[in-house]
Each structure stands twice: as C-alpha cells, then as structure tokens.
C-alpha cells in the first residue's frame, strides 16, 4: 500500500536558521503530495501542496518540489522564526478508492532564539 | 464557512463507560476519517468513510465502532472505555479520491480514568 516516510525528530534550530524536512513516499500512480503543521494544542492545518511532477508548493516561507524520480517531497525553508516551532506531517493523497489520505510519523521542529 | 467541527473538545470517561464521538463537515466531502494521535506519534487512523452509509477499518479499528448514517457526520463510539483509549482524536475530510486535501477538526481530547 501507499506510505510516507519523513525524518525522525526531535529537530532543533536556532533563529534564522535553515530548515530541511526530508519526505519520501510509496505510491501507486501519481498522488497530490502536502505538508500540514501542528501548532501545540491543535488540529492539524495544510501547510502547502503540489498536484503533479516538478510543482512546488509554497506558503509562508515554506517550500517544498514533488520530486517524482526521487519520490521525494522535502520541506524547506530559509529563515525559520520561533513561531514555526510545530509538528510537522508529510502526506500523500491517492487517486484510489478507499483509504487514500496517507500521513508520516511527523516531525517536531523547535527553533530556539 | 464552519468546516470540520468535533464535538466534544475535551472529555473524561470512567473505564467502562461509552461515549460517542461527533463530527460534522459542511464541505460535501464523500470521505471523512477518523484517527488518534498519541503523546510522541504521529496519526493513526482508526475507521474511514468514502461515502454515506459506507465505513471501513483501518489501522486500528479495535474498540471503537463508526457511523455514517448522513454524509455530513461520521460518528465514533467507544462501547466500554478502557485506559489505553486515552488520546486525542481528530476527525478529517476530504473531498473525493482525485488527490484533494483533507480537512481536519479542532481534536478531542479523551481521557480515561
């Protein structure tokens, strides 16, 4: 079956600090692929998105490739700030009937200042 | 636009008790899902929806049973609490299975005592 695969945490940075969240996944046929954040004490939000091959998704800094050769879909960004302290989820949605929203195990990001 | 609403947000049980779970989505969405996450893990899904009248297990269906007698509510019920259901559980949707996002609820908080 389809699967996520991200970095294990805990990772720690400092301010201004350059982040890169690695993201695999395992999948039949071409799925969207998304980045949400868990801020402390909430549900989970849609960081970003890409739909196809080569499309970047952006949002708040926050940039990530859907890497079709790689399978791979990283999170990075230039400048974290301490307000980007969160969790982190690579997820994958299928173009199959059934169980198509597949999520990683997360990764806690804590930047300090 | 409310979204998805999960109620209620926070909840005490006696082991043994039942307790049903609720979440509404005014989105149309055919899928919606249900899962727990645990202090250090990530999302496991416990039961799934693809449609009205439909459900189906997944990673950790024992103990709990769902229904989705209205496409815009899946239910979750905990026929007799045990202690090792404590967690917090969100409710998602998403739209259909071309690859679309998924949506979440706010999370409930469970404890078991």
């Known amino acids: 079956g389809d699967s996520v695969t991200q970095m294990e945490g805990p990772v720690t940075l400092s301010e201004e600090a350059f982040l890169t969240i690695n993201c695999t996944y395992t999948?039949?046929?071409?799925?969207?692929l998304f980045w949400y954040v868990q801020y402390p004490g909430e549900g989970l939000q849609l960081l970003l998105k890409?739909?196809?091959?080569?499309d970047k998704g952006s949002n708040k800094g926050f940039e990530a490739t859907y890497r079709k050769e790689t399978t791979s879909f990283h999170l990075e960004k230039g400048s974290v700030q301490v307000s980007d302290s969160a969790v982190y989820f690579c997820?994958?949605?299928?173009?199959?009937?059934?169980?198509?929203?597949?999520f990683g195990p997360g990764t806690r990001l804590s930047v300090l200042p | 636009n409310a979204g998805v609403t999960q109620t209620p947000k926070f909840r005490v049980l006696k082991t043994g008790q039942s307790m049903t779970l609720l979440c509404a989505q005014d989105?149309?969405?055919?899928?919606m899902y249900w899962y727990r996450q645990d202090p250090g893990m990530g999302l496991r899904l416990i039961h799934y929806?693809?449609?009205?009248?439909?459900?189906a297990k997944g990673e950790v269906p024992d103990g709990y049973n769902v229904s989705r007698l209205k496409k815009q509510n899946f239910l979750l019920g905990l026929e007799s609490a045990a202690p090792s259901q404590t967690s917090v559980y969100f409710c998602?949707?998403?739209?259909?299975?071309?690859?679309?996002?998924?949506?979440f609820g706010q999370g409930t908080r469970l404890t078991v005592v």
């Open positions: 989105m149309n969405h055919e899928y």
């Open positions: 929806s693809v449609g009205e009248g439909t459900t």
């Open positions: 997820a994958l949605s299928g173009r199959n009937y059934g169980q198509n929203f597949v």
């Open positions: 998602a949707s998403n739209r259909d299975s071309l690859g679309t996002e998924a949506f």
């Open positions: 999948a039949t046929g071409y799925p969207s």
């Open positions: 890409a739909t196809k091959a080569d």
